[in-house]
């Protein structure tokens, strides 16, 4: 099955940019979506199609893809950015659902 | 707006079966291209992915747990209804419901992502 490896955390202060990034073989060949999980709350969609941002996420938000990695990047980072976030992929190979294993951002 | 809420029980015993249900407002699963899939996420652990139906009745199944899921769709009450068998402790988890889009052509659907998620509901499998 396929597998997508992202950091278990990840520390950033205030006003600085966060890169998250979120591995897989030949990811670039795939379409990957981010989603923000802040405690006791559901996750948010905030990144899909690699880059694009649905509506009401702020432009700070971004992402790209390429090779073996896809990586969301923040910033200008905020206190109220402080959450889990994780990466999914459609694999037709395998699961069509991939998530991974998530990546905590602490704002310091 | 589009909305989803999942019901069901919050306890269940080891080797019951698990009926849990979403109901949503603000879209068709009638409409070609929507779909609504199940994910659970056992306290403190990552998302899993467990299941997905679209507007044409197509479903995908997580392949570990395939055996034990069963998804199915009531449009006409904007209802979503998933069980899962022999529940386990290990299945103790909160299950969201989530609207899916993605890349359709008349039969099937692909680069599937979620948006937006209902609030969960948290499952307790214990006796």
């Known amino acids: 099955s396929y597998v997508l490896t992202q950091p278990p955390s990840v520390s950033v202060a205030p006003g600085k940019t966060a890169r998250i990034t979120c591995g897989g073989n030949?990811?670039?060949?795939?379409?990957v979506h981010w989603y923000q999980q802040k405690p006791g709350q559901a996750p948010v969609l905030v990144i899909y199609y690699d880059s694009d941002r649905p509506s009401g996420i702020p432009e700070r938000f971004s992402g790209s893809n390429s090779g073996n990695t896809a990586t969301l990047t923040i910033s200008r980072v905020e206190a109220g950015d402080e959450a889990d976030y994780y990466c999914q992929v459609w694999d037709s190979s395998s699961d069509p659902v991939v998530f991974g294993g998530g990546t905590k951002l602490t704002v310091l | 707006q589009i909305t989803l809420k999942e019901s069901g029980p919050t306890l269940v015993k080891p080797t019951q079966t698990l009926t849990l249900t979403c109901t949503f407002s603000g879209f068709s699963l009638s409409t070609s291209g929507v779909g609504v899939g199940w994910i659970r996420q056992p306290p403190g652990k990552a998302l899993e992915w467990l299941a997905l139906?679209?507007?044409?009745?197509?479903?995908r199944y997580s392949p570990s747990l395939k055996s034990r899921l069963t998804i199915t769709k009531d449009t006409s009450k904007n209802q979503v209804v998933l069980t899962m068998t022999n529940m386990d402790p290990v299945d103790t988890a909160t299950y969201y419901c989530a609207h899916s889009l993605g890349d359709c052509s008349s039969t099937s659907c692909y680069n599937v992502w979620f948006d937006p998620w209902g609030q969960g509901t948290l499952v307790t499998v214990s006796s």
């Open positions: 139906i679209y507007w044409n009745d197509d479903k």
């Open positions: 030949n990811i670039g060949s795939k379409s």
